[in-house]
T-cell receptor, first 112, second 113 residues
Framework: AQSVTQPDIHITVSEGASLELRCNYS??????LFWYVQSPGQGLQLLLK??????LVQGIKGFEAEFKRSQSSFNLRKPSVHWSDAAEYFC??????????FGAGTRLTVKP | NAGVTQTPKFQVLKTGQSMTLQCAQD?????MYWYRQDPGMGLRLIYY???????DKGEVPNGYNVSRLNKREFSLRLESAAPSQTSVYFC????????????FGPGTRLLVL
């Protein structure tokens, strides 16, 4: 089965600074890749997803992610972080059917 | 348009008690899912239903049963709760499996004593 690793449990960045959250996946076939965000006490919301085509995908709230097959990575980026971006971020990989595996999450703290 | 709703929001059980978590979606989605979220482990898929009348096991199905009552509703049952089932449970739905966006409910926080 597929699996996801998010190496960073917690990241702190200053407001206005750039952000990169790392995600590495393991899957033998073409992966379906997702980034979700979870605010405290809430469910998850999709930021962006990748299936095929252009390896740089744009999402909501100014986020983007780049798929690198050679590195089995799908890192999430944002050029300038806002205080409202503080949340937990989850990378996920699907098998093209209904089996979705999530990473353990990265908690983002934004310093004023 | 409420999206995905879950009841109850919070529940305390004693070991051995049973309960059913309810989930409903009003987006006419075909696929529905149950996940549990534990600290440091992300979300893990318990069961899913690709369409009305079908259910399949996910990554961690032991100790749980599910029912896809109709297209809108997908319930999760704990027959004999154990402390290891203390978790936050999320229901999600998707128009289709695979690459479809999953829409999540607000979660049910379950404490088993």
């Amino acid at each position: 089965a597929q699996s996801v690793t998010q190496p960073d449990i917690h990241i702190t960045v200053s407001e206005g600074a750039s952000l990169e959250l790392r995600c590495n996946y393991s899957y033998g076939a073409t992966p379906y890749l997702f980034w979700y965000v979870q605010s405290p006490g809430q469910g998850l919301q999709l930021l962006l997803k990748y299936f095929s085509g252009d390896t740089l995908v744009q999402g909501i709230k100014g986020f983007e992610a780049e798929f690198k097959r050679s590195q089995s990575s799908f890192n999430l980026r944002k050029p300038s972080v806002h205080w409202s971006d503080a949340a937990e971020y989850f990378c996920a990989v699907g098998d093209g059917n209904n089996d979705m595996r999530f990473g353990a999450g990265t908690r983002l703290t934004v310093k004023p | 348009n409420a999206g995905v709703t879950q009841t109850p929001k919070f529940q305390v059980l004693k070991t051995g008690q049973s309960m059913t978590l309810q989930c409903a979606q009003d987006m006419n989605h075909n696929s529905m899912y149950w996940y549990r979220q534990d600290p440091g482990m992300g979300l893990r898929l318990i069961y899913y239903s690709a369409s009305e009348g079908t259910t399949d096991k996910g990554e961690v199905p032991n100790g749980y049963n599910v029912s896809r009552l109709n297209k809108r509703e997908f319930s999760l049952r704990l027959e004999s709760a154990a402390p290891s089932q203390t978790s936050v449970y999320f229901c999600a739905s998707s128009e289709y499996g695979g690459g479809g966006t999953q829409y999540f409910g607000p979660g049910t926080r379950l404490l088993v004593l």
